[in-house]
Structure formats: C-alpha cells, structure tokens
C-alpha cells in the first residue's frame, strides 16, 4: 500500500522572510507512531501544519493519502488529518462537552444519527462519556485537553497529530494522556506527536525524527536515536537519563537503553554472570 | 500600517513632542495656505524629514499609499469648484448631446491640486513620526509635559502593546477550527455571524484570562502604590530647542505670507 505521508523538498519561507524548512523529505507508513522532536524553532510546528493544508509548501510536495495537500484546502483534509492543538482553550468554545465534541462531525455535514454515534465513540475513546453533558470551561486541564482530542477524533481522521500532548500537565494527566494516545495508535491510527518530553519518546514512540534548523537530522527508532548522544547534543536535545547513564557506563551496557526495566533486566544479567 | 522602525537618526534623537509640535506646524501651515506651490513645498519638506530621519524609503511608500485618496479628491474638487477658462471637456463639445459635460476648468484643477496637496500634507508627517517614535515614548511625553495621568497613558500603551497578542491569538484559534473543519461558508449573513463564535468566544476567554494575569503581574510589581519616577527623562535637548525655533519661525513666516495674501491661489 502507497505511504499514508509522503513529503519531498519540502521549503517553506514565512512572510517575515524566515526560511522554517529547508528541504524537509519524508515517508510515514500507515500505523506508524512517529514523535517530532527538536528545539523551539526547529520547524517542527511548521513541518505538521503542512499536512493538513494549515500552511502551504514554498516548494516541494506534500501528499497524504494519496491526497495532494496543496489542492486542498483545510477543512477537507480534516477528514483525514486530525490536528489537536498545544492548548485546548484555543479551540473550546461550546457550552457542552457534547456540542463541542458533535461541532466537527456537524461541518462535515453529517446526519443527526451519525453525529451522536461519533460523539459517543470519540468520548468512550478518551475516557469521557460521563461528562457528556459538562460545562466544557468547568474541566479540569487534563480533561480539557482530552475532550480536544475528542473534538478531533470525532472526525474519525486516520492520521492524528497531537502537539506537545504532555506540555503543562501533571504527572496523573501526563500518564492519561499517553496511554490514551497508546490506545488511539493500537486501534489503527497513524500518530505523529510533537513533544520535549524524552521519557514519552523512549516509552511510546516506534520512529522519531529530529529537526534541527528546518532540516531533518536524524530518522530513526528511539533506541538509534539516543544511541548517538553527540548529535543530539548538538542541538541541544538529550537522551533520557536513564539512557544517558547507561552511555555513562559503555563496558557494562554497549547497546542503548531505553528504561528503567531495560536498565534492571541488563543489570540483574550482569551481576549473575558474575 | 506604520511602525516604528529601529535607526538612529537624528530626528529618532528628538523629543516625542518635538516631533507633535512639527505636525501641529504642518496641519497650520497646510491650512492657511491654499496655493498648490506652498502645499507642494510643505510635503517635499515631510519628505525630505522622512530622508533626514533615513526613513525616507517608508515615508515615500506610505505617501504613495494615499495617492488613490489625493486623486479622488483631486477630480471631487475639478468639478465642484469650477471657475476660470475651461481648459477641455470630459465629453468632447463636438460630441452630440452630451457634448460639453464635465469641463475641467483652470480653477477647478488649482482647487483640486491643492485640497489633494493638503490632505497629503496633513497625514504625511504622522508616517515620520510613527516611523522615529516609539508608541509609549509619545505617551510619556504626554503624561511628562503635558500632565496626562498615568493611568490613562497607561491604559492607552497597554492597549496599543495588547493588538499584536491578540492577533497571533486570533491566528492561532483559527487555525484550530480550521482544522476542524471550520469554514465560513455562503453568503447568508446570520449564518456568517454564527461563523464569528468558534472565533470569538475562545478569544475573550483568552483575552480576559490574560488580562487579569496582567492585573496581577502589575499588583506584584507594584502598581499604584506610590508616585511612579521614570527611567528615561524626558528632556528637550539644545537639538529640539533648534528645531522648535525653526518651526516657530517658520509658522510666522507662514502666517504673514497667508496675511499678506501670498498662500491665495491666483487664477490666471
């Protein structure tokens, strides 16, 4: 089956002059789960809003689902491309956690029916259909930026792009909000996330890819990722502790380590061999 | 939109008020004198001040700007001042019937040459000072000399410094919608009101949250909480006093020509 994402020389020049990405050449395959990462200014915002149509290639080519972005404008590609946002508050603006969740299966224009099962189904996804009938503003921050992605899911889009899911959120809400994003990949959709959080990408993420200057620098699984420090360094990214101590240690653990359980597993292998 | 551009200059290195006593000698000037050749060496002066303060390439654009607005003045007044020899018709007097409509006459085109002139001149000065100014410079001058209350001056910087935020929000908010979906469509007005909550509503939420956060961070700043001292001071230095003789100087030069009659425009 063709690729879901496919972008080539991708360049994208702002307004105010400022070249983002330069030359950014990518393939994302169906069910692929795929975490962004790179320092603020990286491209990372800018790579993504390319996808469903938000900003338009300077040159270069974007085609998702066979779909060529640059024909399309945005609300169609939202059928495909489910863009959750940083903050929720941008996008929250109905007086019932039902009625913002129904708002984008209703600008498709889709019957009564199809809109209720699509509002059931987004909410039983992220874990909310006891609040179905809340005040949305009322929510705590972590079920706000639930009840966001439910706005999006609601769509049914394949592919989900979720921008710093775990940015500003408590430990508990952190962990929810993962696992929920786990459960969205498990059941078939293709995830690309935006984050700073290295432990998210150690634990969940199966490709990463590291932007620097609106470039791509490295592409790779988390464990070939981390496994080269040095280039990560180099622009001012790092591994996760755990796999920077193990790196620490080279003659007790030459491969990278991406966990805690990872770090116990080797360890306790060790000292047996001993 | 003007803004204000970062050079160091010499007219950058005048006091804010300085700079609003040169427009308020402008817009007297302009006013009191009608003859297009005074009108026309007033904006060359604005222009060649744009150059002395090296943003003459913004002056020049900004001017060109409100060429569209001169010219429509420009042909209000060719016909509804008519006077003088009737240089030509718009309709040519061989023409049957409507031969000989619209004249434009010398009167009419000196008129319009100079309100045209004169609506250049009195907004041009506003793009130098704009340009050399900082918006809360202007309002500290205000609040210095003049004796504003601060909170007013206050008010009116946070407000001028709140547009751009709010902007980048709005920006953002649609975007979000979009990408759900959103889109303003047709042309039946209730429904394009309705297009307006998706928008409207997060950025209130947005807009109040921020300004009470602001409220705070000044509160913590102390705000209010005794007579406030500045910075910068203000003061006109030897440079303004120069420029503001001149201006005064020539602001009497300028009343004595208009007494004498020199400013009238002359139909030959």
């Known amino acids: ?274 | 939109m003007m803004e204000y551009v970062f050079r160091r200059s010499l007219i950058h290195d005048l006091h804010p008020l300085t700079k609003l006593v040169w427009s308020a000698v402008i817009l007297v000037l302009a006013l009191i004198l009608d003859s297009p050749w005074f009108l026309a060496g007033i904006i060359l002066s604005v222009i060649l001040m744009g150059f002395v303060a090296k943003v003459g390439k913004e002056t020049l654009v900004y001017t060109g700007g409100l060429l569209a607005f001169s010219v429509i003045i420009f042909l209000i007044q060719v016909w509804f001042r008519p006077g003088g020899r009737i240089l030509f018709s718009v309709f040519p007097s061989s023409w049957p019937v409507v031969g000989g409509w619209l004249p434009v006459t010398i009167s009419g085109v000196l008129y319009g040459l100079a309100m045209s002139l004169r609506v250049l001149c009195i907004v041009a000065p506003f793009s130098v000072i704009l340009s050399t100014t900082q918006p809360r410079d202007v309002i500290m001058a205000l609040v210095d000399k003049l004796h504003v209350p601060y909170d007013y001056a206050f008010l009116f910087t946070t407000t001028l410094r709140f547009m751009p935020i709010i902007m980048t929000e709005v920006s953002t908010i649609s975007q979000a919608q979009r990408s759900r979906a959103y889109a303003v469509e047709g042309w039946n007005p209730i429904r394009r009101l309705k297009a307006i909550a998706p928008i409207a509503i997060p950025i209130v939420f947005i807009a109040i949250e921020k300004a009470e956060r602001l409220g705070l961070c000044m509160d913590l700043r102390g705000y209010g909480s005794k007579e406030r001292t500045y910075l910068r001071a203000f003061k006109l230095r030897l440079l303004d006093w120069v420029a503001l003789t001149l201006m005064v100087l020539t602001l009497i030069g300028g009343i004595v020509a208009a007494v004498k009659g020199y400013g009238r425009i002359v139909i030959p």
């Open chain 1, 1 to 274: 089956m063709a690729p879901i994402i496919e972008v080539k020389g991708l360049h994208h020049r702002y307004r105010n002059g400022f070249h983002a990405l330069r030359g950014v050449s990518v393939t994302i395959e169906r069910g692929e789960f795929v975490a962004i990462i790179g320092q603020n200014g990286s491209g990372k915002t800018t790579f993504v809003k390319h996808l469903n149509s938000l900003l338009r290639a300077t040159t270069g080519t974007v085609y998702v689902n066979g779909l060529d972005v640059s024909q399309h404008v945005v609300s169609e590609m939202a059928r495909t491309v489910g863009y959750c946002f940083q903050n929720p508050d941008h996008q929250i603006f109905c007086e019932s956690v039902y009625k913002e969740v129904a708002y984008g299966p209703q600008n498709l224009h889709l019957n009564q029916a199809e809109v209720d099962q699509r509002v059931d189904e987004a909410l039983g996804a992220v874990g909310m259909l006891h609040c179905k009938n809340s005040m949305p503003r009322e929510l705590s921050k972590g079920q706000r930026q639930r009840l966001a992605v439910a706005a999006v899911l609601s769509m049914r889009p394949e592919i989900l792009i979720i921008d710093e899911p775990t940015t500003g959120q408590d430990y508990r809400d952190g962990i929810e909000m993962l696992n929920l994003v786990k459960r969205l990949h498990q059941s078939g959709h293709t995830v690309l996330i935006i984050t700073h959080d290295m432990l998210l990408v150690a634990r969940f993420a199966k490709r990463v890819l590291v932007l620097r200057d609106g470039q791509i620098l490295l592409d790779g699984t988390p464990r070939e990722v981390f496994g080269q420090p040095d280039v990560l360094y180099s622009t001012f990214l790092a591994p996760p502790p755990i796999t920077s101590l193990a790196q620490a240690l080279p003659e007790f653990f030459p491969e990278p380590v991406l966990s805690m359980d990872e770090m116990v597993e080797q360890t306790l292998a060790l000292l047996r061999k001993r």
